[in-house]
């Protein structure tokens, strides 16, 4: 069966396509080259043709995902339930919404299981993880004691290995771990109170590991400070300390804090942008905050029980965990009336507008510690229409609109470079070959749009949404087709390592922990069993 | 202090196979994974496991029942399909089930409009509470063995349901971060010396966890006591109460980090609630300055998994009701217990995958039972019977401290597995049987 998209415009920037109109054809779940009679014609002349959106920073699932959604049942009873969504419902509403890939980043090696059993659980959408080192007491011990690099490296490989994940991710290095020793606060050349490692030497360490295993993703760093007004300095001391080498910074916006005026605190976004601009190394996402109830979920125990008298509603739960990491669930309401908030606002906006490459920038609001994913139509119209971002700005706490320089910003995002941000950028960073473009074999995962002045309207109801190839979602409603689609494959790396580091973690485990290490392996068949879906395992290559 | 010195048992002879031998455990909230069932390595040093272990080779004397009386499984299937046919609004419940078998029981309350709620919702009860209304911090296992340098257990139950927490938990001295444990001290709470005893039967005198006295009804006190100290305010209790807290003061403020421990499917006093609150908000106050957290124990015997799975599929934990696509969340009024008393339900649907959760008393409601013992067996309508998950059959289970999931692969036995899993049997229920139950029947 060939199915013809015709007369669509097509915005593949992958494949260098901008607005061309041209046929899109789909055979057997892939993009097929025209060249054969189809058996169903599309007619979508006019309409504007993507493919499916990847989301790289969503937190869909695992443990602290879990506690926000037992914590909060009067969020998911409310009219806005999108912070707190089940499985089902999260898959249903980014496939809805154009949406074909999700990837949680915040997977603990000890509770990778639970992660994938949620990921059973999210129908539709293609997943993927980045599993979360550099506040492992194993991780730390090596470092205080001068490990060799081969057996760091290892390591490294076996837990994204056993933990099925697609990339790594450090948040607030060896700063979850120092919490643990009643430490508050850990700068970037600041030591770790028990293991004396700093966070700039895991970094490094990190970054230089996965570089050498070949993983495409780089380190994806959840920096120092969090939250923490002056953080812009933290923050573009780690964009140095990387010295050349690949790094994704993610939610910068959290992290772009300086202290000037009267409330001590102040946009940092035009430092951090010329920094980026300047490191072609470095790649981000934005974490940009919406007004409204939603809940912070968070592997930064340190800085999310620092932030918990700011909790609305008033409650919270800290976890630490395993000797692994350690969680904060805190919810949160953001209100345009107050100051920060308000300027976190314009602050993650200038982000958008002041880095010039869409290839380094991804589209996210750390769903939901932003604003849930929803808001992404929202978002986009914002970045593409300067009269209606203007207008949001006139309702902003009127200090903070003093603050930032939002309103002298003139640009405006094309759907080019919202196709790169939301498509063509995450794919190519996570080393997804077959997603984020229209080629002839990339997975059928299409969206068509109808064109509208109201960007927020075209992109909230797509008018066709393809997965693998079947028509799934029409008009924002799910089809018959769609209801019985299987699930999404799930993405993981294909690293290696030498077995003697098997040996080792046994021996730790066994006299440290309360578990094997075999237990943490995650075997194929735990994710393909029973239908649940594809593991496309992606190459890497091992560097010595 | 040590661990109880281990007297080790092995399967009978006539288990051994080729098969691997290292199992997790099914039978406690710590899931321990290091259980090597025969040969020379056999390592089976707890009561628990030992007595689980004896009760699963009995299975194959647990046959399907149809009112009482054994019968084949293709008639009691058909029986149980009618019953089900026939219910406008079942109840399932129990819920002692590995990941699979939750997953199909909440299947089935959708597909069948029904209410919805593990048994154990109640033990869990407080922890849900403080979760849903308040600040809450807590701690897993390794977290509490390799970091706590002082251990508040509160009650006695722990040491009686989860045997080898000392050995596992408490007892090693290294810390994994290199620090020396070996002074790390063990208070509990509400126990007398005499219960410790009985509970730790291997442990010298001279080695055994200290008692601080405190009854059942003096806990809330206790705790509001302690807070006092802690916020450096006054506090005026009785006599005894304020030796106690006036002790675990004095400890806390020497410790590193306090670990506070209870077992959540056991009684926590009089006012179980109340003191869970006021646990929390202890825990709370002393991370202003310094480290604690909580390890409520819960949810042995698959509990942990329905409410974990339960949530992440609903966005509820438990005691939810079904109603033509929507889901209705009523912690106050969607209790089993409740609903069979008022008879809000015309079926009981009751899982028990590791014969631990009793059937209650239903009265003239039909009961269709998944799993269960004889003597449950024999008052259901009907009874399917189940394997045991992580022995029978390969089964995904969470841990006890609700963060740890694990995947149990299933012993071999020279007759094979006894029953069908979980999820098997509540397939057969709704779809071709005699293909869901292929070699059963």
New interface residues.
């Given amino acids: 069966m060939r199915i013809r998209l015709r007369g669509g415009q097509i915005y593949d920037p992958a494949s260098g396509l901008a607005g061309v109109t041209k046929d899109i054809d789909i055979v057997d779940g892939y993009i097929a080259a025209a060249d054969a009679e189809p058996s169903d014609v599309h007619d979508i002349s006019g309409c504007v043709v993507m493919a499916g959106g990847i989301d790289a920073h969503t937190h869909i699932g695992g443990g602290k995902v879990n506690i926000a959604r037992m914590m909060l049942p009067e969020i998911q009873r409310s009219d806005d339930p999108m912070a707190v969504v089940t499985t089902s419902e999260a898959g249903l509403r980014y496939l809805e919404m154009g949406y074909t890939a999700c990837f949680e980043p915040a997977m603990m090696p000890t509770n990778a299981r639970q992660v994938h059993m949620e990921f059973a659980d999210t129908p539709f959408v293609d997943k993927g993880a980045y599993v979360m080192l550099g506040s492992d007491d194993l991780l730390l011990r090596m470092l205080r004691d001068g490990a060799d690099f081969s057996q760091v490296k290892d390591y490294v490989a076996w837990t994204m290995s056993a933990s099925r994940a697609l990339a790594v991710k450090v948040v607030n290095p060896g700063g979850i771990n120092a919490f643990k020793f009643n430490q508050r606060r850990l700068d970037l050349d600041e030591q770790n109170t028990h293991y004396g490692v700093t966070p700039r030497q895991i970094l490094t360490t990190l970054s230089q590991a996965l570089s050498e295993l070949g993983v495409v993703h780089p380190l994806h760093i959840h920096g120092c400070n969090l939250g923490v007004p002056g953080n812009v300095e933290t923050t573009a001391e780690s964009i140095r300390a990387l010295e050349g080498r690949p790094g994704h910074f993610t939610h910068l916006q959290f992290h772009a804090y300086g202290t000037e005026g009267d409330f001590k605190f102040s946009s940092g976004a035009a430092q951090l942008a010329e920094l980026v601009n300047q490191h072609p190394n470095v790649s981000i996402d934005v974490g940009q905050i919406m007004f409204g109830q939603t809940v912070t979920e968070s592997g930064d125990a340190m800085h999310q029980h620092a932030g918990c008298k700011h909790a609305h509603p008033n409650k919270w739960t800290i976890m630490d965990i395993e000797c692994d990491a350690g969680c904060g669930v805190v919810p949160f309401r953001y209100r345009d009336k107050n100051f920060v908030n308000a300027l976190q606002w314009a602050i993650g906006l200038e982000l958008f507008l002041l880095i010039d490459d869409p290839w380094r920038v991804f589209l996210t609001t750390d769903h939901p510690n932003g604003a849930p994913f929803t808001s992404y139509p929202h978002l986009i119209r914002l970045l593409c229409d300067k009269t209606f971002r203007d207008e949001h700005f006139r309702r902003l706490h009127p200090e903070a609109q003093k603050m930032s320089t939002l309103p002298s910003i003139t640009r405006e995002y094309t759907l080019e470079e919202i196709a790169i941000m939301t498509r063509a950028a995450p794919a190519r960073s996570l080393g997804l070959t077959q997603l984020g473009h229209l080629g002839v074999g990339a997975q059928a995962d299409v969206v068509v749009y109808r064109p509208h002045d109201d960007l927020e309207r075209m992109f909230r109801t797509p008018h066709l949404v393809f997965k693998d190839g079947t028509l799934a979602v029409r008009d924002g409603r799910l089809t018959d087709a769609g209801a019985l689609l299987p699930s999404g494959a799930t993405h993981a790396a294909d690293v290696h390592f030498d077995l003697g580091i098997t040996r080792d973690l046994t021996r730790w485990f066994d006299d440290h922990y309360t578990m094997r290490a075999d237990s943490m392996v995650i075997s194929e068949d735990e994710i393909t069993g029973f239908g649940r879906g594809r593991l496309v395992k992606h190459k890497t290559s091992r560097r010595e | 202090m040590s661990s109880p010195t281990p007297q080790t048992t092995a399967l009978p002879t006539a288990q051994t196979a080729a098969y691997p031998a290292t199992v ?1 455990c099914p039978f406690c909230a ?1 899931h321990c ?2 259980l090597v069932l025969r040969g020379s390595g056999a390592n089976l040093t707890c009561v628990r496991a030992v007595a689980g272990l004896s009760r699963w080779q009995d299975m194959s004397t647990r046959p399907a029942r149809i009112s009482g009386k054994a019968s084949s499984l293709s008639d009691a299937v058909a029986r149980a399909q009618r019953l089900l046919k026939k219910a406008r609004r079942p109840l399932i419940s129990g819920l002692g089930a590995d ?2 078998g939750v ?1 199909a029981a909440l299947r089935l309350a959708q597909t069948h409009d029904g209410w919805y709620d593990p048994a154990q919702s109640e033990a869990q009860a407080p922890l ?1 509470s403080a ?13 509490v ?3 706590a340098d002082l251990v508040i257990v509160i009650g006695s139950s722990v040491l009686n349901e989860v045997p080898r927490f000392i050995q ?2 408490v007892a ?1 001295t ?5 620090r020396d444990l070996a002074d790390r001290r063990v208070l509990v709470v509400g126990a007398s010396t005499g219960q410790l005893r009985k509970a730790l039967p291997t442990v010298p005198e001279s080695q055994l966890p200290a008692s601080i006295k405190c009854s059942d009804t003096e806990l809330p006190s206790l705790l509001q006591t302690l807070a006092a100290r802690v916020s450096n305010k006054p506090s005026s209790g009785q006599r005894g109460i304020e030796r106690a807290a006036d002790a675990l003061w004095a400890a806390i403020s020497e410790a ?2 306090t670990a506070f421990v209870w077992q959540t499917d056991a009684s926590l006093g009089t006012a179980p609630n109340a003191t869970v609150e006021l646990l929390f908000d202890l825990i709370a106050r002393l ?1 202003q300055q ?2 604690a ?1 909580a390890l409520p124990i819960g949810g042995s015997h698959g509990a942990a998994s329905a ?3 339960t ?7 438990s005691r939810i009701r079904f109603q033509r696509g929507q889901i209705e ?1 009523n912690p106050a009024q969607f209790s089993w217990r409740q609903l069979i008393a008022e008879r809000a339900t015309d079926l009981v649907v009751w899982v028990d995958a590791f014969n631990a959760m009793p059937l209650p008393e239903c009265g003239d409601l039909p009961v269709l039972l998944i799993g269960g013992d004889e003597a449950d067996a024999e008052r259901a309508t009907v009874r399917l019977p189940t394997g045991l998950p992580g022995l029978d059959h390969d089964a ?1 289970i ?2 006890g401290d ?6 149990m692969r299933a012993a071999a036995t020279p007759t094979g597995p006894h029953a069908p899993p979980v999820r098997d049997v509540i397939h057969a229920l709704t779809g071709d049987a005699a293909d869901v139950l292929k070699g059963w029947l």
């Fill in positions: 997790t710590l994974d290091d990941v699979d997953r849900i979760t849903q209304r308040q600040g809450v911090i807590r701690t897993t296992f390794s977290e063995r390799n970091r596992r938990v090693p290294v810390s994994v971060d290199g590193s980090y991370n310094s480290r957290a409410m974990a799975v949530t992440w599929l609903t966005g509820y934990p969340y995904q969470i841990r609700q963060v740890i999931a694990l995947t």
